[in-house]
């Protein structure tokens, strides 16, 4: 049987605690309570749906700018890659 596990990511910030539904803009450190469905990935038995805090202005502006979009992509794989799995 497939469990889900969600991972969340974020900027570290000192005021905000660690589990919150406020956290920093993984771009800009903006605080935000939106997130982006980064990515869907399936390793063994595990299903992991991946989101981004990504703040308004970020998300407008990835809609406007491919390079945004591949800048956030490098950046949340790097993250990935540190500190769960493997990500292509």
């Known amino acids: 049987m497939k469990t889900l596990h969600k991972i969340y990511i974020y900027r570290d910030r000192e005021n905000l605690p660690e589990e919150g539904w406020l956290q ?3 771009l800009c450190y903006t ?3 939106n997130t ?3 990515d869907t990935r399936e390793v063994d038995k ?3 749906e991946i989101n ?3 703040c ?3 998300q407008k502006k990835m809609q406007r700018d491919q390079e945004t979009v591949d800048i956030l992509n490098r950046k949340c794989s790097r993250y990935i890659n540190r ?3 493997t990500y292509p």
């Open 31 to 33: 605080i935000t309570s």
């Open 24 to 26: 920093s803009c993984f």
């Open 83 to 85: 500190h769960f799995f």
């Open 36 to 38: 982006h469905l980064f």
């Open 52 to 54: 981004v805090y990504v």
């Open 46 to 48: 595990k299903v992991y």
């Open 56 to 58: 308004p202005y970020c």
